[in-house]
């Protein structure tokens, strides 16, 4: 299937692209809509059903496997929609002809099919030729949908504890199974081997003679060797990974998955220099694999894509990572919060994202899974905690229990959010005769954390105009970095427009996309120095000194990259280097750090140096 597009829009939180797909898939447009929360998914199915006049029966948490089944109703309710949307634009008339501008007005002009298209209507105009080709040509975007696969806690019923097919990933997998789509499943977060061999269980994940997956697997990652690892752990049970999502760990919305000072640049050429070798290495496993359990065995090797995500911002970046990289998508996430056309955000919510600046969006303590997370300072989320905790009220309800997590004050596993485990942890503080300031501190380490998985759906039901009796009205947001450099409501034309390079919406003083996160991963490694400051042991000296040692290698890749680079990035260049020359001296200088504290808490062991390779030649040059 022909590509319409060369970006797509990744998932974003619980409820910001819920029903994204139904405003943009018929324009040829890739996203992702989570399936974590089934109660959030219950209550836009029913809006939507009311919507476009479609019976709705409830499915009640009484009805057995009720999380799958809720799942698989909404999935098939949105891939009906949007096919009645696309055949309706397919079926042109003269009267909604503007429809069909808007679908040909919002590609690249270099795409072969706008192309084709304006050759088909510019000598004359025969509707039933067009309709024809549009037919033949046309294609829906991709309703995909994602799995944080460490959210999986088990069930129970009546108090006895459910079979691990129950758990939540394990119904949501089985949700998306069971739909109507043919489309693929996002699996983030790492591996989890139980989830993953549950895949074996649905024939529509295994490749028919002619390659064709019904339900194919991406994997988000942020290395090539997790992606090797878990490819072929897959591959194993005859499972095909489709696509190679690269997301950058820190400079991306949501939970901030950091490496261990790998840079993003780096890493796309690692995949994209191994591509074929990867290919080749999975295949062999997968035919094998296939043909041990007599399942079919494709005749030619399968197709694979890789994409990337995580801080992009302007149309020269866009072309850039497609071009040099040979990635086959590339994703905008953050940006698109501000495009009401595609995704879900309430009023308040999106006035606070077009006014927020680099310092009101920053990475967290908040997610209960212990992950650094990418907020919004002043999310209305984070002033209701704050006014519950002024009256004496810490930690969440827990009405959905998604993010529980912990179990070390009791039997089943319970959320760090919850109101529960807080109050253990405060009983447990006052048994340690702590300082008033060393007690305030670890008392607001321990409200820090906040309820978003609730959060992170309530824009839904604002917008929605559901009751949020249970949930309250508080919003969690989870921008990237990246929305610091947008400041207006964009319409879904607009930024199409910016992303091919027809307009320019963005901040022109923003820093390039690589700059942006190699700035923010010397600022994780700074933190990271400051919690080694009292004492440092072996272990954490090893793992600050490699991460330095990691980054310098990504400064001097970058180095060389943008010295060699012709007819590109000819405005920014030399502010890239400047930049990267800044970099480097403030990389050094922590490094000297790390061996000023060696030394301090381990003044009999000779510190292990790392001598960071000079760049200054390759700025200069």
């Known amino acids: 299937m022909k590509q319409t597009h060369s970006f797509h829009i990744p998932v974003m939180g619980i409820g910001f692209t819920i029903d994204t797909p139904i405003k943009v898939s018929h324009f040829g447009i890739d996203s992702v809509i989570s399936i974590v929360d089934d109660m959030l998914i219950e209550k836009i199915r029913k809006v939507h059903c009311e919507k476009f006049e479609i019976p709705y029966h409830e499915i009640t948490e009484k009805i057995d496997d009720f999380r799958a089944k809720r799942i698989t109703s909404y999935l098939n309710l949105i891939n009906n929609i949007a096919k009645k949307k696309f055949e309706e634009l397919k079926n042109v008339t003269i009267e909604k002809s503007n429809e069909i501008k808007e679908y040909f007005g919002m590609l690249p002009d270099s795409s072969h099919l706008k192309q084709e298209f304006q050759n088909l209507t510019s000598k004359y105009f025969n509707l039933n030729e067009i309709k024809t080709w549009l037919k033949n040509n046309l294609t829906m975007g991709s309703i995909d949908v994602n799995i944080m696969t460490k959210i999986d806690k088990d069930n129970y019923l009546k108090g006895e504890k459910l079979p691990i097919e129950y758990n939540d990933a394990h ?39 002619n ?50 000072g790998f840079l993003m640049g780096p890493i796309l050429a690692e995949f994209r220099d191994n591509k074929q070798e990867l290919i080749d290495t999975i295949h062999e496993i997968l035919s094998q694999a296939l043909s041990s359990t007599n399942r079919i065995v494709p005749e030619k090797k399968l197709a694979l894509k890789i994409t990337a995500q995580g801080g992009v911002g302007t149309a020269e970046e866009h072309q850039f990572l497609i071009e040099h990289y040979n990635l086959d998508s590339v994703g905008w996430g953050t940006p698109f919060l501000l495009v009401p056309e595609a995704t879900t955000v309430d009023e308040q919510t999106l006035n606070q ?80 005769n702590l300082s008033a300031e060393n007690y305030k501190i670890q008392v607001d380490k321990i409200g820090e954390k906040s309820c978003i998985c609730v959060g ?12 949020t009796k249970i949930e309250g009205n508080g919003v969690s947001v ?87 680079l012709k007819d590109k990035f000819e405005d920014t260049k030399s502010i890239i280097l400047k930049d990267l020359q800044s970099s480097y001296n403030a990389l050094n200088l922590l490094n000297l750090e790390i061996e000023n504290l060696s030394i301090l808490n381990k003044p009999l062991i000779e510190s292990k140096k790392l001598r960071l390779e000079p760049i200054y030649s390759k700025l200069d040059s």
């Not at 019904?214 to 060797?225: E, F, G, H, Q």
């Not at 929305?483 to 919406?505: C, Q």
């Open 171 to 209: 119904a949501a997998l089985r949700g998306f199974a069971n739909s109507d789509l043919h489309s693929s499943i996002v699996f983030s977060a790492g591996m989890n081997p139980r989830l993953y061999s549950y895949i074996e269980k649905f024939d529509d994940f295994f490749p028919d003679e």
């Open 211 to 260: 390659g064709y997956i019904k339900k194919k697997i991406i994997l988000k990652v942020s290395d090539y060797r997790s992606a090797l690892i878990q490819g072929k752990f897959l591959a194993k049970k005859g499972l095909w990974v489709s696509e190679y999502r690269i997301e950058s760990g820190l400079n991306c919305g949501g939970h901030a998955f950091a490496t261990d």
């Open 353 to 432: 994202l077009v006014n927020a600046k680099e310092d009101d969006l920053y990475l967290s303590n908040i997610s209960p899974l212990g992950v650094p997370f990418n907020s919004l300072k002043g999310n209305s989320k984070d002033i209701e905690k704050a006014n519950m905790q002024k009256q004496g009220k810490y930690g969440s309800n827990c009405p959905k229990k998604y993010l529980v997590s912990n179990n070390e004050f009791t039997e089943k596993n319970i959320c760090t959010a919850s109101r529960q485990f807080q109050l253990f942890k405060f009983k447990e503080l006052k048994k340690e």
């Open 456 to 467: 992170l759906g309530t824009s839904a039901l604002l917008n929605n105009n559901i009751k």
């Open 478 to 564: 989870c921008p990237g970095p990246n929305m610091a450099y947008f400041s207006k409501i964009m319409s879904l034309k607009e930024i199409t427009s910016h992303i091919y390079g027809k307009s320019k919406l963005s901040r022109i003083d923003r820093p390039n996309m690589f700059i942006k996160e190699l700035s923010i991963y010397i600022n994780f490694l700074k933190n990271k120095i400051e919690e080694t400051r009292i004492s440092m042991s072996n272990k954490q000296e090893k793992y600050l000194l490699t991460f330095s040692k990691n980054l310098n290698e990504g400064i001097n890749y970058y180095s060389g990259l943008f010295n060699d």
